[in-house]
């Protein structure tokens, strides 16, 4: 059984369409990667699998007892709220059934700390999100959504503006995770992800899915006709699309 | 003086209905200062107008009609904004100057004499009636209680409303709620500093309060202190030169706000 099965998904915001007939199996335990241009759907086809959108047409069953852990950009957020990073990762702990004058529990504070420790980030747990660094941020971001114990994680660019040292170590963290969890990643680092990942889903509107057999990018990145595609290493973090 | 001035009612009622618009300030005025609500509670706050100006027309208790219109209009802003995806600010200004024009029109339809309507557009501290103080009271009640009671799910809607979704935490509930509870400070506030006021009190002791801390109930619990000592000492400063009260608060606060950044400034710069 796959974990999530899509079955001729379609979005469509008003008259445009952000994604067209894409269909798509992702087994247990599967490194996905998502790539593609800017505007290409990603967002979309991540913001339609944590059902934040509703798909236009056609259906995506997701078999797992867990809610799927989410991880958003880190760049989004306002870094002045008023927020300590425990209270963040805590967050992920708050049952959807709203609990009047809950706190948390000894127990959730513990989980917190674990996930905390396994990522480096237990030293910050009592600072305002605004003094960390991106990279911090970030991987405050994916303990908030590995408290939530998901058997499926999902990333929206968790590297996007990361110095190359930070990127390297998300990849590993996230490798040591896909142990056991199902990860899908959007990113635009084409060279970076591609030793990481199982296979690589090119969304431009549609879908074309492919296995990373060779774990080297060359071979896939030749297979998408056009796909503009600069090595690693290469200065900054400028694609030309 | 001051001692004898307080064997009044009227003077006794002024103090607590300043004291319960600090606290509500401190708290509701810090979630509208980091969810970027202000220019939406202004427009609820002036959407207010209408309803006051429809009591004195249908001769019910004013303060019951702007509790109803700032409701109902800030309920209408969110629900137009998600269905036909016009921009909240634009939305916002309309309310806001449709509910003054509608106020103005019933006032002016109202038979006999023309109120005088300084005293909600300006606040009029030492007419706060002693069934005001209890209804004031109540909703004070109301606040607290829906804030600190869910807590935790408030500090996640502010911080991220996505995440709350997909969770499966239900924000629109969170939103319409915390709209109802906004216009009720609202209503609680229009006596004390007036309709057109309103936005220094809910946005200056939390703008302070964040100089001193990170913490979310920290904000609030230091808004509120420094609420009610500008608001009392305004009220005592407006009652000694007999000055309008509203103003008084307000100036009194802004001038707090800009000692506490510069005194602020002065020390960092000492230190580093």
């Given at each position: 059984?796959?974990?999530?099965?899509?079955?001729?998904?379609?979005?469509?915001?008003?008259?445009?369409?952000?994604?067209?007939?894409?269909?798509?199996?992702?087994?247990?335990?599967?490194?996905?990667?998502?790539?593609?241009?800017?505007?290409?759907?990603?967002?979309?086809?991540?913001k339609?699998?944590?059902?934040?959108?509703?798909?236009?047409t056609?259906?995506?069953?997701?078999?797992?007892?867990?809610?799927?852990?989410?991880?958003?950009?880190?760049i989004?957020?306002?870094?002045?709220?008023?927020i300590?990073?425990?209270?963040v990762?805590?967050?992920?702990?708050?049952?959807?059934?709203?609990?009047?004058?809950?706190?948390?529990?000894?127990?959730?504070?513990?989980?917190?700390?674990?996930?905390?420790?396994?990522?480096?980030?237990?030293?910050?747990?009592?600072?305002?999100?605004?003094?960390?660094?991106?990279?911090?941020?970030?991987?405050?971001?994916?303990a908030?959504a590995?408290?939530?114990?998901?058997?499926?994680?999902?990333?929206?660019e968790?590297?996007?503006?990361?110095?190359?040292?930070?990127?390297?170590?998300?990849?590993?963290?996230?490798?040591?995770?896909?142990?056991?969890?199902?990860?899908?990643?959007?990113?635009?680092?084409?060279?970076?992800?591609f030793?990481?990942?199982?296979?690589?889903?090119?969304?431009?509107?549609?879908?074309?899915?492919?296995?990373?057999?060779?774990k080297?990018?060359d071979?896939i990145?030749?297979?998408?006709?056009?796909y503009?595609?600069?090595?690693?290493?290469?200065?900054?973090?400028k694609?030309?699309? | 003086?001051?001692?004898e001035?307080?064997?009044?009612?009227?003077?006794?009622?002024?103090?607590?209905?300043?004291?319960?618009?600090?606290?509500?300030?401190?708290?509701?005025?810090?979630?509208?200062?980091?969810?970027?609500?202000?220019?939406?509670?202004?427009?609820?706050?002036?959407?207010?107008?209408?309803?006051?100006?429809?009591?004195?027309?249908?001769?019910?208790?004013?303060?019951?009609?702007?509790?109803?219109?700032?409701?109902?209009?800030?309920l209408?802003?969110?629900?137009?904004?998600?269905?036909t995806?016009?921009?909240?600010?634009?939305?916002?200004g309309?309310?806001?100057s449709?509910?003054?024009?509608?106020?103005?029109?019933?006032?002016?339809?109202?038979?006999?004499?023309?109120?005088?309507?300084?005293?909600?557009?300006?606040?009029?501290?030492?007419?706060?009636?002693?069934?005001?103080?209890?209804?004031?009271?109540?909703?004070?009640?109301?606040?607290?209680?829906?804030?600190?009671?869910?807590f935790?799910?408030?500090?996640?809607?502010?911080?991220?409303?996505?995440?709350?979704?997909?969770?499966?935490?239900?924000?629109?509930?969170?939103?319409r709620?915390?709209?109802?509870?906004?216009s009720?400070?609202?209503?609680?506030?229009?006596?004390?500093?007036?309709?057109?006021?309103?936005?220094?009190?809910?946005?200056?002791?939390?703008?302070?309060?964040?100089?001193?801390t990170?913490?979310?109930?920290?904000?609030?619990?230091?808004?509120s202190?420094?609420?009610?000592l500008?608001?009392v000492?305004?009220?005592?400063?407006?009652?000694?030169?007999?000055?309008p009260?509203?103003?008084?608060?307000?100036?009194l606060?802004?001038?707090?706000?800009?000692?506490?950044?510069?005194?602020?400034?002065?020390?960092?710069?000492?230190?580093?």
């Open positions: 059984m796959y974990d999530i099965e899509i079955k001729d998904l379609s979005v469509y915001y008003d008259s445009v369409s952000a994604l067209q007939n894409v269909s798509l199996n992702i087994s247990d335990k599967e490194f996905l990667g998502l790539i593609g241009p800017n505007g290409g759907g990603k967002t979309t086809f991540l339609v699998l944590i059902g934040l959108l509703e798909p236009t056609g259906t995506i069953t997701i078999n797992a007892d867990s809610p799927i852990g989410y991880v958003p950009q880190f989004f957020f306002d870094r002045k709220f008023p300590s990073v425990m209270d990762v805590l967050m992920g702990k708050l049952p959807n059934k709203t609990k009047w004058f809950q706190s948390y529990s000894n127990k959730d504070k513990q989980c917190a700390e674990r996930v905390m420790d396994q990522l480096g980030i237990l030293d910050f747990k009592d600072r305002q999100i605004g003094q960390l660094s991106g990279g911090q941020l970030q991987k405050v971001l994916i908030r590995l408290v939530t114990e998901p058997k499926i994680l999902i990333l929206d968790p590297t996007a503006s990361l110095d190359s040292k930070t990127k390297k170590e998300i990849y590993e963290m996230l490798k040591k995770l896909n142990k056991q969890k199902t990860i899908i990643i959007a990113s635009h680092d084409m060279g970076d992800i030793s990481y990942i199982d296979s690589a889903a090119y969304i431009n509107k549609t879908l074309s899915y492919y296995k990373n057999d060779t080297s990018s071979e990145l030749c297979k998408m006709q056009g503009p595609y600069m090595k690693s290493g290469d200065k900054d973090d694609r030309v699309f | 003086m001051i001692r001035f307080f064997n009044y009612t009227f003077i006794q009622n002024a103090f607590i209905s300043a004291f319960l618009a600090s606290i509500v300030c401190g708290i509701i005025g810090t979630i509208i200062v980091e969810k970027h609500l202000v220019s939406m509670s202004g427009g609820i706050a002036h959407a207010s107008f209408g309803g006051i100006g429809l009591g004195y027309l249908l001769g019910i208790e004013p303060i019951i009609g702007g509790l109803i219109f700032s409701v109902l209009s800030s209408s802003i969110s629900n137009i904004k998600r269905k995806n016009t921009n909240a600010d634009t939305l916002i309309i309310f806001w449709v509910g003054m024009a509608l106020g103005i029109l019933f006032i002016s339809l109202t038979p006999g004499y023309t109120p005088d309507m300084t005293s909600y557009l300006f606040g009029d501290i030492l007419t706060v009636s002693t069934l005001h103080i209890k209804f004031m009271l109540v909703l004070s009640i109301i606040i607290v209680f829906f804030i600190v009671g869910i935790h799910y408030w500090k996640l809607y502010m911080f991220d409303e996505e995440f709350a979704k997909v969770l499966g935490i239900n924000v629109l509930t969170l939103e709620l915390l709209f109802i509870l906004i009720l400070s609202i209503v609680i506030l229009i006596k004390v500093v007036g309709i057109i006021l309103i936005i220094a009190l809910l946005t200056i002791p939390p703008a302070i309060a964040k100089l001193f990170y913490d979310l109930k920290k904000i609030m619990i230091i808004s202190l420094v609420g009610v500008f608001s000492s305004g009220l005592i400063i407006s009652c000694q030169f007999d000055i009260s509203g103003a008084t608060i307000i100036l606060s802004a001038l707090g706000y800009f000692a506490v950044t510069i005194a602020n400034k002065l020390l960092k710069k000492q230190i580093f």
